[in-house]
């Protein structure tokens, strides 16, 4: 489990927590629990999520659980300056961090330098196993990674893949249990195969219709 750093407690010392893996892997439980340690310890907090992400509430980081916290949507990293001052925010928190345009890089570093413990939680691979937009950059900037698992819906191992049910290309598909399944690195490889076997067979039937 993540402790927080108490050593220089008193000098103004920034860092970057990164907590990243698969769908229904407890990123933002992993991330709320770590903010509300830094609301026990009476330190000022600002929550942010992407404003893509309106599953739920507009204003709230809500994790599968439904433990929720305030949060202030915005809609580029670049707005996350505009609304943490840097003078008396001790902890900034975002959630859906892969949702972010790539400057959420410069944007954590410039928290950090700045004497502000960030902390992000993102999926680190979209639904084709590739890895989802900044969240590597983010990875290798930070102090500490914490890659967190779900369980594998086929077998019971550690899951690190989000496999989605549903056909759509698109990388970004806000969705809930009925979207994705989290597999382990077997039974994901055993599934796209399937699925690509499936794919060809329906290409060949198609030919043979044309033909
Ligand atoms: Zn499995």
């Known amino acids: 489990m993540f402790l927080e750093n108490k050593a220089n407690r008193n000098i103004n010392r920034g860092w970057i927590e990164v907590v990243c893996g698969s769908m229904f892997s407890g990123k933002t439980e ?29 204003e709230e980081v809500v994790s599968h659980d439904s433990t929720s916290m305030i949060s202030t949507p915005v809609h580029n990293s670049a707005e996350i300056l505009i609304y943490v001052n840097l003078d008396t925010v001790e902890v900034v928190g975002i959630d859906e961090v892969q949702f972010f345009d790539e400057g959420i890089v410069d944007v954590c570093n410039k928290l950090a330098d700045n004497g502000i413990r960030v902390i992000v939680a993102g999926l680190d691979m979209d639904y084709t196993g590739k890895p989802f937009a900044s969240m590597p950059q983010l990875m290798a900037v930070a102090e500490y990674v914490t890659k967190t698992h779900a369980i594998c819906v086929k077998c019971g191992d550690l899951a690190q893949y989000s496999h989605r049910l549903v056909a759509n290309k698109k990388q970004v598909l806000l969705g809930e249990k ?20 499936e794919n060809s067979k329906d290409f060949e039937e198609k030919e043979e219709i044309l033909e």
């Open 178 to 197: 009925d979207s994705y399944e989290p597999l382990c690195r077997h039974c994901y490889n055993e599934v796209r195969r399937m699925e690509e076997d």
């Open 30 to 58: 992993e991330l709320l629990r770590r903010i509300r340690r830094a609301n026990f310890a009476n330190q000022k907090i600002e929550l942010f999520k992407p404003a893509i992400d309106v599953r739920y509430a507009e």
